[in-house]
């Protein structure tokens, strides 16, 4: 067995996420000892090509067979790519690519083989961090929280913040950053909001073969259905209370509700339940956040930021203001989770995934020889 990493102190963690946007693979590296981040360290990215999005994305929703081997295999392809060519780590965190969750029925599936990964790189590779989380009752997401609450106490803020990620699907973490543990009580409120790009993106690509809707041009030009928007804020995913986590397509009836309008109005009526679902989901924080951090790409939508200044009681700004790189935190927090994966320490707790005791998941697989 090659070596495992050191029991204490600060490591190079290199931590890698294929999101349910599907844009592509972020890779990023972080020095920290699982408690405290000591320093950012290089990105990279590697985007999925057309066809390797439309592989991964067949296997949406299906939890065994040949679509989910298929995107399994693109997903690996993908990050060895991105991740060999990069500096030689301590530790690798591999988030894989979630193509099912479904934590109280089938369980959750992030693939990519994590083993196979170790093997190819020489180093310590943890994966696999959702199912242990969802054995014990949990939610098994959101899993960043801990790392949010790491980034507010690196950042020396003081006062209650909420980063806000808004990938394919959003979610919410309020931090009180005087609470010196993630799993203490009082710490942290976590959930997902609701859908935020993934049906912009589906919209915006089945009706004019767009990736996504550039800067809100689209929806900027559009008006906002008040009635379509009404139907999706009755959905009961809003009034329960946290934790609750999503799969990337739960609202996929969304697109229903917008199929009778033209492009631009579609496409603002879907940025507006992106915002609308987050304005309902301050509701639930403990306390008014003194601002919201945006993270994740629907930080580069104005038009989107702009619902948001609008609807939110406290100010919104990108993440970048607390000089954090909006791009790269998921995969920097899968980086700062694989460190307390593999020196025992928890990664979510009951106020961020449900679970009923703070728990550690993840397999650490370690190279041959
Ligand atoms: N300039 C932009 N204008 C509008 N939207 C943008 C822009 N840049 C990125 N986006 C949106 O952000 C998405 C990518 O966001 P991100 O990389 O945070 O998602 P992800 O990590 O895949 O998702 P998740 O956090 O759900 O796992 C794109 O697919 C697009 O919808
Ligand atoms: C099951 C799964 O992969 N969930 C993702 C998804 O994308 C955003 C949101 O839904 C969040 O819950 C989670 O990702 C982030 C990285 C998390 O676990 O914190």
Redesign the pocket.
């Known amino acids: 067995m090659s070596r495992a990493i050191s029991k204490d102190g600060p490591v190079r963690a290199l931590g890698a996420?294929s999101?349910?946007s599907l844009d592509g693979v972020d890779a990023a590296v972080l020095v920290t000892d699982g408690h405290d981040i000591v320093e950012f360290g290089p990105t990279a990215y590697r985007s999925y090509t057309a066809d390797e999005r439309s592989t991964i994305a067949a296997g949406f929703g299906q939890w065994q067979g040949a679509a989910v081997q298929a995107a399994a295999e693109v997903v690996e392809r993908a990050h060895v790519a991105l991740l060999d060519p990069m500096e030689r780590v301590d530790i690798v965190g591999f988030?894989g690519q979630?193509l099912s969750?479904a934590p109280r029925v089938q369980g959750?599936l992030?693939v990519g083989d994590g083993a196979a990964l170790a093997q190819r790189l020489g180093c310590p590779v943890v994966w696999d961090f959702?199912s242990a989380d969802v054995e014990l009752g949990g939610e098994?997401?959101?899993?960043?929280?801990f790392f949010h609450h790491a980034c507010a106490r690196f950042a020396g803020l003081t006062e209650p913040v909420a980063f806000l990620?808004l990938?394919?699907?959003?979610?919410l973490t309020w931090v009180d950053p005087s609470v010196a543990r993630p799993q203490d009580a009082g710490a942290l409120l976590a959930f997902?909001t609701g859908p935020a790009n993934a049906p912009i993106n589906d919209l915006v690509q089945s009706r004019l073969g767009m990736a996504f809707d550039e800067g809100g041009k689209l929806a900027a030009k559009g008006t906002v259905e008040q009635g379509a928007l009404e139907l999706f804020l009755a959905e009961p995913y809003f009034a329960r209370i946290p934790p609750k986590?999503?799969?990337?397509n739960d609202f996929a009836e969304m697109v229903a509700l917008v199929v009778e309008l033209t492009d631009a109005d579609a496409a603002a009526t879907l940025t507006a339940m992106c915002a609308a679902g987050v304005a309902e989901a301050m509701q639930h924080c403990p306390s008014l956040p003194s601002r919201v951090l945006v993270t994740g790409g629907g930080r580069n939508n104005p038009v989107l930021m702009q619902m948001l200044a609008v609807s939110l009681d406290c100010p919104v700004m990108a993440i970048e203001e607390i000089g954090l790189d909006g791009d790269m935190l998921?995969a920097q927090?899968f980086a700062y989770l694989a460190v307390r994966v593999a020196r025992g320490l928890a990664t979510s707790c009951a106020t961020t995934t449900g679970v009923r005791a703070a728990v550690g998941g993840g397999t650490v697989s370690l190279p041959d020889g």
């Open positions: 996420m999101g349910t988030h979630t969750h959750t992030q959702r098994g997401a959101p899993l960043a929280p990620n990938g394919g699907v959003g979610n997902d986590s999503l799969d990337r998921e927090a």
